[in-house]
């Protein structure tokens, strides 16, 4: 009889556990989900257009004296900017813009687990480039780069506003890749 007896108390700590455990699970769930843009709008200057979140806000940067452009794609609701430039390049100055886009990724080794190159081409829009997902617990974790070859280059480096959890931080990740391929597909040089 004591042993028929203990078997409900057991049952109902087991039952309380679970609910205690799944209040738990749901609880650090809800810490990591992060807002999805299902919309996009088009961004256009003097130098290039392209498609961003909706979640996002353009922020253009003074230039002071320098040749080119610069804007900032803040999202809010992450605390993460791509920080973006558009330099008008040439066959003499083209190396250096790929350079120095090599060494602005690369500079991130030291501390990264890897960098992941990923390379693309959309050769109906005259756009070829770099897409370097750093991974580990970098400052940068995500650089791009996107030159037509000829007058045309346009880079960007996503960093967060502050420390975010490296749970949180993969899928904030993920979904501002998304974003950052979408800008890549639908970037179109302006003349």
Known sequence: MKVK???PLLFVIIILF?????KTIEKDKKEVIVPIANSYSIYKDNHI???VSELAIIK???SGDKIGSWFNISYPDYKAT????????NKENLYKALDDSYHLAYRHATRADGIKQNLY????????GIIYDIEGQVAVPIQFFLT????NFFR???YYDEKISSDSLKLINKCLREDIVKLMETLRWQH
């Not at 679970?18 to 799944?22: E, M, R, V």
């Not at 081409?121 to 070829?128: D, G, R």
């Open 82 to 89: 791509i920080y973006c430039s558009f330099l008008p390049i």
């Open 121 to 128: 081409a959309n050769e109906y829009a005259n756009t070829y």
């Open 5 to 7: 007896s203990g078997i």
């Open 156 to 158: 960007g480096s996503l």
């Open 148 to 151: 037509d070859s000829i007058s």
């Open 49 to 51: 257009s392209f498609q």
């Open 18 to 22: 679970s609910f205690c455990t799944n």
């Open 60 to 62: 253009p940067v003074d």
